[in-house]
């Protein structure tokens, strides 16, 4: 049994319902089979994706490139398929809107890199087809576009490589690599107007794969390469995402022996710690994705198996430390749900994106679009509860609450950062009073939980 706390606010003698809900899941796509690779948040507060749409013949080999444009409350408001002649092979890897209002997306056509650029309805402008793989794209400073992926060597593998291009031709390209196997997974503009790329690296032949930065000026000449040792040293580790933090260093996140990981390192790529999260609960074939809040902390997504095969979307918050401050899954116990990418939203929430396929026979595979408070929910439920319920209604300034014997009061900011923690017992009011009285003015979640119940609402405090 779910219960559900509605709340509202009085400010300047105008009453203001605040929403019950935070966010929302919805789903896309046809019969055939369709992934999410990458969502983005546009100008107007809706969101832009990028994956695949099944196509009838053979699902799990035809399918085209998508692109979705949805509001801000995930109504579709167009999608357009871009088709790989002859084969039917391709797929959208990331996607970006640009400073003239269109679209980058950077994906795969059968075997061959695949850049397409669209105007602000996602018809096409141009498109660059090239014989190297790249799973991201960023919009130059500069004008054009850069790109990271890897190209193939005749004697070890990979090289990792950096890319401008520019209506559909190659400005330049960079390829990087030791004796062995590079690759890059993913790459952002930094502040200093050069590139911050991560992905994996060989160290020897045949050997363990390990998390690879490298930073590089505005022109892609290296500055600096580091490989990571996370984890066990004798097993693989890879690297999916990067960004620049606050404090000019970076944050990356991965897999390593079926965990997900987080490394923070300094401006010159020397690590400062690294953290691991869920031991062995996920494996090598999902992805990570990372971001800053604004709270200096982090968001993490990624995917958490279960032993039977079923699988859910994982969404983690940590503090500036990589601690763990929450976890949030969401699935069914008969899907597999998993996510490739999460983004913080103007409002302060969180967005993902992924695929949910059921487990049951004859089921689909869809797109699937998560959006989420700062907290990480979809709504105000909480977790089942036993028959004990706690009541709450707040007021400017105040909250009223009614717990069946003693509970814990958390308050946090409207960005997920904990504020506050008191122990309430029966029924009361509670008002901020020092040192809550000192809270910023604002707009703040209240967790109330017992051993038996909780509650989750939001309360307005004014000075």
């Excluded at 994956?51 to 444009?69: E, I, R, V």
């Excluded at 309805?121 to 850069?146: F, H, K, M």
């Excluded at 993902?352 to 959006?371: A, C, F, N, R, V």
Aim: hydrophobic share 35%.
């Amino acid at each position: 049994m779910k219960r559900i706390c509605q709340l509202s606010v009085a400010v300047s003698l105008l009453l203001v319902t605040i929403p019950l809900y935070g966010g929302w899941i919805r789903t896309y796509g046809g019969e055939y089979g369709d992934r999410g690779k990458w969502v983005e948040q546009t100008s107007d507060g809706g969101y832009i994706i990028t994956g695949h749409f099944g196509l009838p013949y053979n699902p799990y080999l035809h399918q085209d490139l998508y692109l979705l444009k949805v509001d801000s409350v995930g109504d579709t408001l167009w999608a357009r398929n871009y088709w790989a002649l002859p084969t039917h092979m391709a797929e959208g890897y990331c996607v970006q809107q640009t400073s003239d209002g269109g679209y980058v997306i950077v994906g795969m056509n059968f075997t061959r890199l695949w850049v397409l650029k669209t105007d602000e309805n996602g018809d096409t402008l141009w498109t660059l087809e090239w014989g190297v793989s790249g799973p991201c794209v960023r919009e130059a400073q500069d004008d054009g576009y850069i790109i990271t992926g890897s190209a193939s060597t005749q004697e070890y593998g990979y090289e990792l490589l950096v890319s401008k291009i520019d209506t559909g031709r190659v400005v330049w390209t960079r390829e990087y690599g030791g004796e062995y196997r590079q690759e890059g997974t993913s790459l952002q503009l930094t502040s200093d107007g050069g590139y911050i790329v991560t992905g994996v690296t060989e160290q020897e032949l045949g050997g363990p794969n390990d998390p690879w930065l490298l930073k590089t000026d505005v022109d892609g000449d290296s500055l600096w390469a580091r490989a990571y040792s996370v984890g066990d040293e004798e097993l693989n580790a890879r690297s999916d995402c990067v960004q620049e933090t606050s404090d000019g260093g970076y944050i990356i996140s991965g897999i390593t022996n079926g965990s997900l990981f987080i490394l923070k390192t300094d401006s010159v790529g020397d690590s400062l710690w690294a953290r691991i999260y869920g031991d062995g609960v996920t494996d090598g074939t999902f992805r990570t994705s990372i971001c800053q809040t604004a709270n200096g902390g982090y968001i993490i997504a990624s995917t958490k198996r279960y032993s039977d095969s079923t699988s859910a979307v994982w969404l983690l918050k940590a503090n500036e430390l990589g601690d763990t401050l929450w976890t949030r899954t969401f699935g069914n116990a008969w899907d597999r749900n998993r996510s490739n990418c999460v983004q913080v939203t103007s409002d302060g929430g969180y967005i993902i994106t992924g695929y949910m396929e059921s487990y049951s026979p004859g089921g689909s595979k869809d797109i699937l679009l998560i959006k989420t408070d700062s907290l990480g929910y979809v709504s105000v439920e909480e977790e089942p509860v036993m028959e004990s319920v706690i009541q709450l209604s707040a007021s400017l300034n105040r909250l009223s609450y009614d717990v069946p014997g003693e509970a814990q009061l958390t308050l946090y900011s409207a960005d997920g950062r904990k504020v506050l923690e008191e122990t309430i017992e029966g029924k009361g009011i509670w008002t901020p009073s020092p040192p809550s009285s000192l809270l910023p003015a604002g707009v703040y979640f209240a967790r109330v939980k017992s051993n038996s119940s909780s509650a989750v609402g939001k309360i307005v405090i004014l000075h």
